[in-house]
């Protein structure tokens, strides 16, 4: 292949192995359902809002059914036949009766299925037309105000805890050239086993992710876009035990970009893999169909590995990725696969090999946008070195092609960004594009040198690790500790009791619409 001379027969079989070694997990996806696949199905169709104790009703509905009917069958067709039987008038209604013990839920059988499939099919279809409604209205959002003409785009986050803090902070950073807003979610979010309602105002290092916060945080962008002539990107998590259901309200409030990886939430917020590998598959079959390009989270392997050693880890975890994410209805365009710029900055050509490593990953993905992630693990509190760091980091940005380029922060690991921090960093990013932007046209690594040999290097590795979980299958590969040098066994973790094998008379219409259409 170009530039790095790469195998073509290698890398065919580099994607063959992610194929096998990922077709098991769809398989087995398949067969689970989740409480938040459930619950998104009842967002979609329009239920929102919480009790007086802040629970949300989908949740108070939700845990009714399950308690009634169980988990296996879904929550479709006992929640349709109890409207269609006269319980409540509508969904809202019939979550106050369901908290209140004033109604019980059935499996309905023959004639009464049928009828109660036909309704939540036009419920769920009501939701997903506008998903795509949300998606038409970007798409004339972008040909009115333009993208941004530079690549890659700067992302920038924000994180204050306060939606009406972030939304200022957002606005200036828009000003000052960010291209992608990614309003940072509060800590411990993905633990929780419901989505928040409302505007909310405080949280640990981040802001909560809701409804809510996210249409107050795209009209605030919408604005800016007017302002600037260019049409600003929102992005969130959806992560965690409720991913589904932030999916969904992420292709209902029109959001760009999710943070979605299908190995995150399982190796670092240990959560149950069964759980995560069901929740992602449906996820971004919300995000294929809202046209949200997803972030993966392979940076976070180097937090905890070293970036050197488990480079090739890094690559098997974008090939599996790939093959959900399309598996799912995503398109190159919509994988902002991640790696990072996470070597020690002290160990010898450390920047050559960061120079492999992320051309490697721009050619074996050349269609998909990659998310190209800023040193962390290595910056120490001096702000001159971290500064100097983050401006290497923005060259082998520039030198390699990367689509998505995230700020760097020489305060990383000191404080939360100023404002001030952040107009500094988009200096030193502005500097670096604008000095050596369109320097990946004319870099040419030597065929046998250094960065091709060790591009080469960590594709064969790859290559070996894809064929050894082949071999002993993905689930035993994460519960030995492959990936993050994290243990996550599949019979453990939080969320698992919310996993449920399908009964012969499960039905699910959101995910019957969105893979018939494709």
């Given at each position: ?46 239920l ?5 104790e ?15 009917v ?71 959002l ?64 981040g ?7 996210f ?25 965690g ?150 401006g ?45 932007g ?16 060790r ?29 993050g ?11 698992l ?22």
């Amino acid at each position: 292949m170009k530039k790095l001379d790469l195998d073509p027969v290698t890398v065919r079989k580099a994607r063959t192995l992610a194929r096998k070694a990922g077709r098991p997990i769809v398989n087995l996806a398949r067969r689970h359902t989740t409480v938040s696949v459930e619950r998104a199905v009842l967002r979609l169709a329009g239920l929102a809002g919480a009790d007086s104790e802040g629970i949300p009703w989908v949740n108070r509905l939700a845990d009714t059914v399950r308690a009634d009917v169980g988990l296996e069958h879904g929550f479709a067709l006992p929640v349709w036949d109890a409207l269609l039987r006269g319980e409540a008038e509508d969904l809202g209604v019939l979550a106050q009766k369901a908290a209140s013990g004033s109604v019980t839920f059935r499996l309905p059988e023959g004639r009464d299925a049928q009828r109660a499939r036909t309704a939540a099919r036009k419920a769920a279809a009501a939701g997903i037309k506008r998903i795509d409604g949300r998606r038409r209205e970007r798409e004339r959002l972008i040909k009115r105000h333009g993208d941004p003409e530079q690549r890659p785009w700067i992302y920038l986050i924000v994180a204050t805890g306060d939606i009406y803090e972030d939304i200022p902070q957002a606005q200036a950073a828009a000003r000052e050239g960010a291209d992608i807003i990614a309003v940072i979610r509060s800590t411990g979010q993905s633990l929780l086993d419901y989505v928040p309602e409302g505007a909310t105002r405080e949280g640990f290092a981040g802001t909560y992710a809701t409804q809510e916060n996210f249409r107050l945080m795209r009209a605030a962008l919408d604005e800016s876009s007017r302002e600037l002539g260019r049409y600003v990107r929102l992005t969130n998590y959806a992560s965690g035990l409720c991913m589904p259901e932030i999916a969904t309200l992420a292709g209902l409030e029109r959001l760009d970009m999710m943070l979605n990886d299908s190995m995150y939430g399982i190796l670092f917020r240990d959560i149950n893999p069964i759980r995560t590998f069901v929740d992602q598959r449906f996820s971004r079959q919300i995000h294929a169909r809202a046209g949200i390009i997803i972030n993966t989270g392979e940076d976070n392997y180097l937090t905890t590995a070293d970036a050197v050693e488990a480079a090739h880890t890094v690559t098997v975890s974008q090939l599996l990725n790939e093959y959900f994410a399309k598996e799912a209805g995503l398109e190159d365009w919509q994988l902002g696969l991640g790696h990072a710029f996470e070597i020690n900055p002290d160990l010898p050509d450390s920047f050559r090999l960061e120079l492999a490593h992320a051309m490697l990953a721009r050619q074996l993905f050349p269609e998909a946008p990659l998310k190209w992630m800023p040193p962390t693990r290595h910056m120490t509190g001096d702000v001159f070195r971290g500064y100097l760091l983050d401006g290497f980091f923005n060259l082998v940005g520039a030198m390699t092609g990367q689509g998505i380029l995230l700020v760097g922060m020489m305060t990383e690991a000191v404080v939360t960004p100023w404002i001030s921090d952040r107009d500094l960093a988009l200096q030193n990013v502005r500097y670096v594009l604008g000095a050596a932007g369109n320097l990946h046209e004319d870099f040419r690594p030597e065929p046998n040198g250094f960065i091709a040999q060790r591009a080469r290097q960590v594709l064969g590795e790859s290559v070996e690790l894809l064929e050894q979980i082949v071999d002993d299958g993905l689930l035993n590969a994460i519960g030995d500790g492959t990936f993050g040098l994290m243990k996550r066994p599949q019979d453990a973790g939080r969320g698992l009791e919310g996993v449920a094998r399908k009964s012969g008379e499960y039905y699910n219409p959101a995910i019957e619409l969105l893979e018939e259409d494709r």
